[in-house]
């Protein structure tokens, strides 16, 4: 009951970003906090996107991320805010991915 009251009040006073607020990208054409951007500009990201899918670094990070996530779900979990927090960082490491390969 705590929680559910707390998940409406957070979502009717506190106007949390989605995956779409910052960074858009619908049909090759990408907006930036609603403008879109230039031609440059755009071949500029696509540009940065493929650097990021190729830096063994960024991968790297990426995987342990992961990994450190799922160890807190399933092995070092002491309560439910541990397996929330875990989910957490695997939708947001999945958001940076489904953004880098959208671009």
């Known amino acids: 009951m705590k929680r559910k009251i707390l998940q409406f009040l957070l979502r009717k006073l506190y ?11 619908n049909g090759g054409i990408i907006t930036k906090n609603g403008k879109p951007l230039s031609k440059a500009q755009t071949d500029n ?9 190729e830096m063994e670094l960024f991968n790297d990070l990426l995987k342990q991320l992961k990994y450190n996530a799922t160890q807190s779900i399933y092995y070092k979990s002491q309560n439910i805010d541990d397996i ?20």
């Open 45 to 53: 990201y696509k540009a940065q996107a493929n650097t990021l899918k």
């Open 15 to 25: 106007l949390a970003p989605t995956d779409d607020s910052f960074i858009k990208i």
């Open 84 to 103: 929330i927090f875990g989910k957490v960082i695997l939708y947001v490491i999945e958001l940076i991915e489904k953004k880098i390969n959208a671009i």
